[in-house]
């Protein structure tokens, strides 16, 4: 297994890269869906102490809605696509086509399409991951939970925890023209697929 | 609440005493033990990650395990000036955020840190007075050295006293 702290400056591109095209893709049928200009940042790639994760998404006790997908294939990891609530909110507007604003409480239909939207999100993700990689990646069904972002991230920090006191994350952020539907998309993979996938990019 | 608050941080733990309040944030399947002596008014709080480190790679960070982390709090507390033989213990937390059909062990961790957190303060000795564990959302949890009070918050499930 690759040492986390040895990737080389190119294999960190390299990351990056990978998460640019996914994200990329993946902005791109998020802003079909809600028929709205959505732009991304260049991907975060970075090793950071677990317990600094929930600090990128405005700390422990920040009221967030998550979308969460494990992944399965030679590389697994998990997905969380992590959003304040008020952003989750607008983009159930969005995907339902009704005005901004609509939404002050999430039903089981606004429940299912956030789902949906994590789902559609990981798929284009994960496919334009595999075009890069020829890793080929399946999504679980989605998850849904709106509570707080550090007991949220647990679930995903927990497996990281077992095997060491450090993340990598694969982050980008979306945010939309008129600023309502912003969130954070996390690619983690498990401590053991980034050897797999840094083999399979060729990058030394 | 008096005094200072304290925060601490995931796989962290901070010992004091009255009037200080100790707090942690955002606990998933996470446990917050605490610990308190109600004569000294001394006691600590721990943010456990992980039940076992005997079951996890090699980690420099004690207090990431609920099999490592309660003996060294255990220790500051009384080095502290807390009696081991009065120190009463609390825990909260250990839930299950999301749940799948084919939960994973992974997924289940709440419920393994619970178990061995109550584990380990038997085997110390300690008593469990008070606990508020399992469930499906996050909590906020802080202990207030004054008083030995140990609050729950939640997002939908208010806040209460255990």
């Known amino acids: ?204 | 609440m008096a005094g200072n608050l304290v925060k601490v941080g995931m796989a962290d733990y901070k010992v004091g005493r009255s009037p200080s309040t100790l707090i942690s944030y955002g606990l998933g399947s996470c446990i917050g033990v605490s610990l308190y002596d109600p004569l000294r008014k001394i006691g600590g709080l721990l943010h456990i990650m992980l039940p076992d480190s005997t079951q996890a790679r090699s980690s420099d960070n004690p207090a990431k395990f609920a099999d490592t982390g309660i003996p060294l709090m255990i220790n500051d507390v009384v080095a502290l000036g807390a009696s081991k033989a009065r120190l009463v213990a609390k825990i909260a937390g250990g839930a299950q955020m999301f749940s799948f059909a084919s939960a994973s062990d992974a997924m289940r961790v709440g419920t393994r840190n619970a178990e061995t957190c109550k584990q380990i303060l038997r085997r110390n000795g300690i008593k469990l007075i008070a606990e508020d564990t399992g469930g499906t959302y996050g909590r906020t949890v802080s202990i207030d050295l004054a008083t030995g009070s140990y609050k729950v918050k939640t997002i939908d499930r208010g806040e209460k006293d255990i």
């Open chain 1, 1 to 204: 297994m690759i040492d986390e702290f040895d990737l080389t400056p190119a294999q960190l591109d390299a990351m990056r890269e990978i998460g640019n095209i996914g994200a990329g893709n993946s902005a791109t049928a998020l802003s079909q869906i809600v028929n709205k200009k959505i732009d991304m940042n260049v991907p975060q790639v970075s090793l950071i102490p677990i317990e600094d994760v929930p600090d990128l998404v405005g700390g422990p006790d920040a009221l967030v809605v998550a979308v969460f997908l494990r992944v399965y294939g030679k590389a697994p990891g998990n997905i969380l696509f992590v959003m304040p609530k008020k952003n989750a909110f607008y983009l159930v507007d969005g995907l339902m086509g009704k005005p901004l604003g609509t939404t002050q409480e999430l039903d089981e239909m606004g429940a299912s399409a956030l789902k949906e939207a994590g789902n559609i999100l990981a798929g284009s993700y994960l496919n334009a991951f595999f075009h890069f990689t020829k890793i080929s990646m399946l999504p679980s069904i989605p998850a849904l939970a709106i509570d707080m972002a550090g007991a949220i991230l647990n679930v995903v920090l927990v497996q990281l925890g077992q095997m060491g006191d450090y993340a990598m994350v694969i982050e980008t952020k979306f945010l939309a023209e008129d600023d309502s539907i912003n969130g954070h998309f996390f690619l983690v993979p498990d401590p053991g697929s980034l050897s797999t996938i840094v083999k399979a990019v060729g990058v030394e």
